[in-house]
Structure formats: C-alpha cells, structure tokens
C-alpha cells in the first residue's frame, strides 16, 4: 500500500522536489499541497487537494504523512495541527530557536512527529563516523565545519553543520554552544583549545557542502559530503514518512531512530 503524502511548503525548492516524488513514485501518493497565502495559487492545476491552511486539508485527507520543509514558525504551526488531528509529520525545516525545538519535543508526545537536519544518507552516516575521528586523534587535533549553500539560504550556520558540530563537540567531552566560533575577525589572537569553528559561505546555486577539517601537527584530514541535488534529501524525508506512518507518538524521532 503506498504512504499518502501531504507536502507544506509545496511551492518551495525542496517542497517541489518532494510532491514530484510523491507522484510519481509508486511507493507514496500526493495526497495534498499546502503553501502560504500568497503562493497557494501558483499550486492551481494541481491533480490533488491543494489549501493555505493544513488543518482545513486535514479534515479531507485524515491519514495521510505530512511532510514540511518551510520555515520554523511554518513548520510549529504544522506540528501543532499535527497533534490536533493526530496526523504523522516529518519536518526538515531548520533554524529552530532552543525554546521552538522544545515545542516541538512537547508536540511529539501527542502526533508521531520526525525531525532531522539533513535527510541524506551519507550526512547520516558521517554522524556517525566523524565523532570517532575526533576521539581517534585526540585533543591535538584542532576541528573546523566549513559549510557552503545557496544565495537563497535564510538560516546560518546550517542546521546540518551544527548537527555535525554537536556530535564532534560531544566527542570531546564539550557543548557546541560554549565552543562554537562562527566569527573571526581583527585582532583574534591565538585559537583557544576548546574551540570548534562553524564558517558559512554562500553562493550561486550550491545545493549544499559541508567539510569537517581535523588539523594537527605536521597533516590535515578534510572530509566533505557535497549534496549534488536536492532528491537525496527528498527521497530521505519520504523514506521517513513511509518510517513514521505506524509509529506511536512519545518522542520527537530522528534519523538515528530510523536506521
Ligand atoms: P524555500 O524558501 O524554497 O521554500 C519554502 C516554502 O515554504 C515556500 O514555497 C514558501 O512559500 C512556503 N511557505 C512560507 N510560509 C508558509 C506558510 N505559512 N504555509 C505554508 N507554506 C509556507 O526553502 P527550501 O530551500 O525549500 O528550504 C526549506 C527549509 O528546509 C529550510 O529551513 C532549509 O534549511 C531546509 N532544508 C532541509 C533539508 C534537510 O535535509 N533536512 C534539506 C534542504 C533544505
């Protein structure tokens, strides 16, 4: 049976690369398109529901996975209408402040809601390795995530290079927010120990790169995942969904639950 989608933020990059695979894929059904207000017409022709407003969608399509890549305010307003409703929703939205984030956590307890900075797979499994780097070459090895995207990107640094960075942070005994330095300019003076540097560049159309260099006396590793189109994240956040669909609410799930 396939997973019925209902895509937030349809009219965006990611929200069109996300209902083009939702139709046309086998496995999933687009089973409605919401955008704001002011784009919900540029959606028309549409061979679904299509609705400026999720919980009105909700009541026509009771199933059906939501799926929302928009932008924080956007994407809490979905998860409360997700609780309300008791509809499944996978967000890839970020830029969440601490105290958005918690709302979400609460949210979780009462819809099967899914979170994840970067939906790819390779991203996912660096998580995984890049920590045991870190505690492989030990304190003498400086750590520094260079990220570069899009001319259009709103949050800075990503949430990906900040995911990356709480992992290696942890690693080293630390918390990302007491060691990050995303801002290097005049007289600095000398890199202190417990520093991990998150730089963001922006550009053109870059879909998205993330390097981690580990720089130590004498050599340098650099490890870069470099993003060559937004269907890797698209195709992850629908994997998620078909994931989520039977699973209780209780916990804000994320990559880690799903693997
Ligand atoms: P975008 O600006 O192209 O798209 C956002 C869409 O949300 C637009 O169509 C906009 O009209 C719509 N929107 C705005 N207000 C709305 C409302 N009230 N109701 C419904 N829709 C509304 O942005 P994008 O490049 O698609 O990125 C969206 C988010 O996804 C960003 O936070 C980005 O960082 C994140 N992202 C995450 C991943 C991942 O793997 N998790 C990958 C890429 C992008």
């Given at each position: 049976m396939s997973t019925a989608i209902i895509v937030v933020g349809a009219n965006g990059r990611m929200g069109r690369t996300i209902s083009h695979l939702a139709a046309t894929e086998?496995?999933?059904?687009?089973a409605g398109m919401v955008d704001s207000k002011e784009r919900v017409?540029?959606?028309?022709?549409?061979?679904c529901p299509v609705s400026a407003d999720l919980g009105e969608l909700l009541t026509k399509v009771p199933g059906a996975v939501i799926i929302d890549f928009t932008a924080p305010a956007v994407s809490l307003a979905s998860a409360r209408a997700a609780a309300a409703a008791g509809n499944a929703l996978v967000i890839g939205t970020t830029g969440f402040s601490e105290a958005e984030k918690a709302e979400l956590e609460a949210l979780a307890r009462r819809a099967p809601i899914f979170w994840a900075s970067n939906m790819s797979i390779g991203v996912n499994v660096l998580r995984k390795i890049l920590p045991e780097l870190a505690r492989a070459l030990g304190e003498p090895y400086d750590i520094e995530i260079v990220e570069i995207h899009h001319?259009?990107?709103?949050?800075?640094?990503?949430g990906t290079a900040l995911t990356l960075g709480e992992g290696l942070a942890e690693a080293r005994g630390w918390k990302l927010n007491d060691v990050r330095c995303s801002a290097r300019d005049g007289i600095i003076g000398a890199r202190p120990k417990a520093q991990i540097g998150i730089q963001a560049v922006r550009g053109g159309d870059v879909v998205g790169v993330h390097t981690v260099y580990f720089m130590g006396p004498g050599e340098r590793i650099e490890v870069s995942h470099h993003a060559h189109s937004r269907e890797t994240f698209a195709q992850g956040a629908l994997r998620a969904a078909a994931w989520l669909a039977n699973k209780k609410p209780g916990k804000l799930y994320g990559m880690a639950d799903m693997f």
């Amino acid at each position: 049976m396939s997973t019925a989608i209902i895509v937030v933020g349809a009219n965006g990059r990611m929200g069109r690369t996300i209902s083009h695979l939702a139709a046309t894929e086998p496995a999933y059904s687009l089973a409605g398109m919401v955008d704001s207000k002011e784009r919900v017409g540029e959606l028309g022709g549409a061979s679904c529901p299509v609705s400026a407003d999720l919980g009105e969608l909700l009541t026509k399509v009771p199933g059906a996975v939501i799926i929302d890549f928009t932008a924080p305010a956007v994407s809490l307003a979905s998860a409360r209408a997700a609780a309300a409703a008791g509809n499944a929703l996978v967000i890839g939205t970020t830029g969440f402040s601490e105290a958005e984030k918690a709302e979400l956590e609460a949210l979780a307890r009462r819809a099967p809601i899914f979170w994840a900075s970067n939906m790819s797979i390779g991203v996912n499994v660096l998580r995984k390795i890049l920590p045991e780097l870190a505690r492989a070459l030990g304190e003498p090895y400086d750590i520094e995530i260079v990220e570069i995207h899009h001319n259009r990107k709103k949050d800075s640094p990503s949430g990906t290079a900040l995911t990356l960075g709480e992992g290696l942070a942890e690693a080293r005994g630390w918390k990302l927010n007491d060691v990050r330095c995303s801002a290097r300019d005049g007289i600095i003076g000398a890199r202190p120990k417990a520093q991990i540097g998150i730089q963001a560049v922006r550009g053109g159309d870059v879909v998205g790169v993330h390097t981690v260099y580990f720089m130590g006396p004498g050599e340098r590793i650099e490890v870069s995942h470099h993003a060559h189109s937004r269907e890797t994240f698209a195709q992850g956040a629908l994997r998620a969904a078909a994931w989520l669909a039977n699973k209780k609410p209780g916990k804000l799930y994320g990559m880690a639950d799903m693997f």
